[in-house]
């Protein structure tokens, strides 16, 4: 990238996160990523500069050997002029979202009013374009790869693109002794924290899409889990087509979720020739050929491990389904308590992003006193903080400590360190998104070296990436603490009391866990 001839009109608003921004080039297949401020909080370009190299870093030497080299695009930080900045900042100000903020006094009811768009007179409501300023004084960004464009052949790329991205959430129950609630080893937390987010106005209705489905392995659940996604995608589920936002949350308040509209886009993708598929069953044919082919690319190994010592550590025993999961609750009302799981194949990217969240063998309620003693032990020791690479460097060193898989606590700070850097990757790993390319290809173009997925009557080069990777912050375990305990209670109170009591019954079965840790 020429930063000398640096054109802001090339670029256009591609979306943002609570802490950054991204802009994707016109012609070109890359991003910039941003970092964003409150605007009372002002950094020194050099921390700029380390906090992005921070997360090339934890990328490069850390995700990379969980998820392979193929799954990870950790980019590079480059020094952009500020002129450019400055003007691509006026540039993209009119379609960044509108972020609608409250007083403290504002009541929880009109709130949820508000975000629901059924009560739009209330004067405690600011909007403003956003609720933190772009960086536009450093001129340091990140320059990655459009993963909404095909990753792994370049010759399709004149051709039409379909991109998936997924945020698969927390595939596992937790199996940890310390958890206090036994609803926590029966119901995942997606689908607890569902029933807070409806209640808090976050969204409308609840999904019936449950991880553990998705990262069962079997066709039949997989299935149930995407549909579950399409039909109520929340911030779970984005389709792009061409670099285009056609399916899916641009913001908590912009959706784009209507099947008939998606299946005219799908269609010339997947039934290529006017007139093969047509009328009152056209849309849900599209969208069944769609789901199995995300599933097919899902289960796919493109990126194998190519090295060293394999650790296989028996974890727990512990379930591999929900109880509060639609999926489950269909069996049961069909007369079956038999949930079948058919497991992953380990070289597929679901496998190894589950790997990297039972990172999290504590569970926040046993996690939570080993960052107390990590705590006070940086009070008494806070020079310590930087030789424990709690700030970094994420390098090698970093990654080697991760594989100390032992739970048995002798009480040392060690122990706390390592377990609190292992609960950040996992939280990483919980989090991060999962991106699905695919080109239509002709069958002579399709060999043995490149990975092709085939629909009824069409086939796909695809590539498979990860995103949204970097290192959750070690100043939000006590969030996430408290958030744990109000999501827990607000099911226990609100809804376990209010269903059938036989339910718990009919789900006995434990199955054994296992986590594989590969080095790539």
């Not at 987010?197 to 299935?223: E, I, Q, T």
């Not at 639609?326 to 992953?344: D, I, P, T, W």
């Not at 990297?356 to 309620?365: R, Y």
Request: hydrophobic fraction near 35%; aromatic fraction near 10%; proline fraction near 4%.
């Amino acid at each position: 990238m020429d930063a000398e001839k640096m054109d802001e009109n090339e670029w256009k608003y591609h979306g943002e996160g609570n802490k950054s921004l991204v802009v994707s080039h016109s012609q070109r297949c890359v991003v910039l990523r941003f970092l964003k401020f409150s605007p009372n909080l002002n950094k020194a370009p050099e921390e700029i500069f380390c906090h992005l190299q921070n997360i090339v870093d934890f990328g490069k030497h850390v995700m990379k050997q969980f998820f392979g080299e193929k799954y990870v695009h950790y980019g590079e930080v480059v020094q952009l002029p500020l002129d450019f900045v400055k003007q691509l900042c006026l540039k993209i100000q009119s379609e960044r979202p509108v972020v609608c903020g409250f007083t403290s006094e504002a009541p929880s009811v009109l709130k949820r009013l508000v975000m629901r768009n059924e009560y739009t007179d209330y004067m405690e409501i600011i909007e403003s374009r956003c609720d933190k300023d772009l960086d536009t004084l450093s001129g340091y960004a990140m320059c990655l790869p459009n993963l909404t464009r095909l990753q792994t052949y370049h010759f399709v790329e004149h051709r039409p693109i379909l991109c998936v991205e997924i945020k698969p959430k927390c595939g596992f129950i937790p199996f940890s002794s310390h958890v206090s609630q036994e609803i926590k080893h029966k119901v995942c937390r997606y689908c607890m924290h569902q029933h807070l987010k409806v209640a808090n106005g976050k969204w409308k209705r609840l999904s019936k899409y449950c991880p553990l489905d998705l990262f069962s392995g079997n066709k039949h659940r997989m299935h149930f889990a995407l549909k579950s996604l399409l039909q109520e995608a929340q911030n779970n589920l984005k389709i792009f087509k061409n670099g285009e936002l056609i399916y899916g949350c641009k913001d908590d308040q912009d959706s784009l979720s209507d099947w008939n509209e998606l299946a005219r886009h799908l269609k010339p993708f997947f039934f290529p020739a006017n007139g093969m598929v047509s009328g009152p069953h056209c849309t849900r044919t599209i969208i069944k050929e769609l789901i199995h082919v995300i599933t097919m690319t899902l289960l796919s190994s493109t990126d194998a491990c190519r090295a060293g010592n394999v650790k296989t550590v028996p974890i727990s025993r512990g379930r591999s389904y929900c109880e509060a999961s639609a999926f489950s609750k269909e069996l049961v009302r069909n007369g079956k308590n038999k949930m079948e799981s058919s497991g992953l194949p380990r070289g597929c990217l679901l496998y190894k992003t589950l790997q990297a969240q039972m990172l999290d063998m504590l569970d926040i309620e046993g996690l939570y006193p080993l960052y107390n003693r990590v705590e006070q032990y940086l009070e008494e020791f806070p020079e310590e903080r930087s030789t424990s690479q709690i700030d970094g460097p994420y390098n090698e060193a970093f990654y080697e400590k991760l594989l100390d898989l032992s739970t048995e606590d002798d009480g040392t700070e060690a122990f706390a360190f390592t377990k609190v850097q292992q609960y950040r990757v996992a939280m990483t790993a919980k989090d991060c998104s999962i991106m699905i390319s695919l080109s239509p290809c002709l069958q002579d173009e399709c060999s043995a070296q490149r990975p092709v997925v085939l629909a009824s009557r069409s086939r796909f080069t695809f590539s498979v990436s990860v995103l949204d990777l970097d290192l959750k912050p070690y100043e939000s375990i006590p969030h996430q603490y408290k958030l744990d305990g109000k999501i827990v209670n607000y099911y226990l109170k609100n809804v376990q009391a209010k269903d059938d009591p036989v339910m718990s019954n009919l789900f006995k079965e434990n199955e054994d866990c296992t986590l594989v840790l590969h080095k790539v």
